[in-house]
T-cell receptor, first 115, second 115 residues
Framework: AAGVIQSPRHLIKEKRETATLKCYPIPRHDTVYWYQQGPGQDPQFLISFYEKMQSDKGSIPDRFSAQQFSDYHSELNMSSLELGDSALYFC??????????????FGPGTRLLVL | AQKITQTQPGMFVQEKEAVTLDCTYDTSDPSYGLFWYKQPSSGEMIFLIYQGSYDQQNATEGRYSLNFQKARKSANLVISASQLGDSAMYFCAMRAKGGGFKTIFGAGTRLFVKA
């Protein structure tokens, strides 16, 4: 079965640079989520999109922005990168099932290192 | 406020034995879902099991079962017949209807399976 695809898998940037992370959800999934997981930390919710509209916002810095495109893929844009942005960035997708169950399936993550 | 608490930073279990990973949650929302994810050292986040707040029976998925005690607000994960490949970080997570689309995670429990 197709899974969530993220690219790139690894990214090295320098301070003050910009980065764009891409996410391709599981086909027919209508919701995309972005999470940030720092070293030794649990994942922190950043932002989500439902049917290409922003549906919820978490602890996403103003330097970050995201959008979901007509083909349902999503991009997380990160500007003025800081050392503390070094983390594993997960994209997850889901589809609402009968009974309200909505399991999120995670992509493999993009490991960002800011030097 | 919603919160997930995992009080066991690390656990050891002998291969072939069963192990219980604790998770308690806090929400005032009557409608919520509870999830367990496994994160191996490779970093990917693997969905294991889901329990809805209105589900009458405890969820089971192969060797994984969720001991859901609603009155005590606990959702412990039971892994039967542990295998060496079960060594990983395990996260308990929750999404409540009133919380929108965000999922909150516990701090995780690192499980070590001994041969």
């Amino acid at each position: 079965a197709a899974g969530v695809i993220q690219s790139p898998r690894h990214l090295i940037k320098e301070k003050r640079e910009t980065a764009t992370l891409k996410c391709y959800p599981i086909p027919r999934h209508d919701t995309v989520y972005w999470y940030q997981q720092g070293p030794g930390q649990d994942p922190q919710f950043l932002i989500s999109f439902y049917e290409k509209m922003q549906s919820d916002k978490g602890s996403i810095p103003d330097r970050f922005s995201a959008q979901q495109f007509s083909d349902y893929h999503s991009e997380l844009n990160m500007s003025s990168l800081e050392l503390g942005d070094s983390a594993l960035y997960f994209c997850a997708s889901s589809i609402r099932l009968a009974g309200g169950q909505e399991t999120q399936y995670f992509g493999p993550g993009t490991r960002l290192l800011v030097l | 406020a919603q919160k997930i608490t995992q009080t066991q930073p690390g656990m050891f279990v002998q291969e072939k034995e069963a192990v219980t990973l604790d998770c308690t949650y806090d929400t005032s929302d009557p409608s919520y879902g509870l999830f367990w994810y496994k994160q191996p050292s490779s970093g990917e986040m693997i969905f294991l099991i889901y329990q809805g707040s209105y589900d009458q029976q405890n969820a089971t998925e192969g060797r994984y079962s969720l001991n859901f005690q609603k009155a005590r607000k606990s959702a412990n994960l039971v892994i039967s017949a542990s295998q060496l490949g079960d060594s990983a970080m395990y996260f308990c997570a929750m999404r409540a209807k009133g919380g929108g689309f965000k999922t909150i995670f516990g701090a995780g429990t690192r499980l070590f399976v001994k041969a």
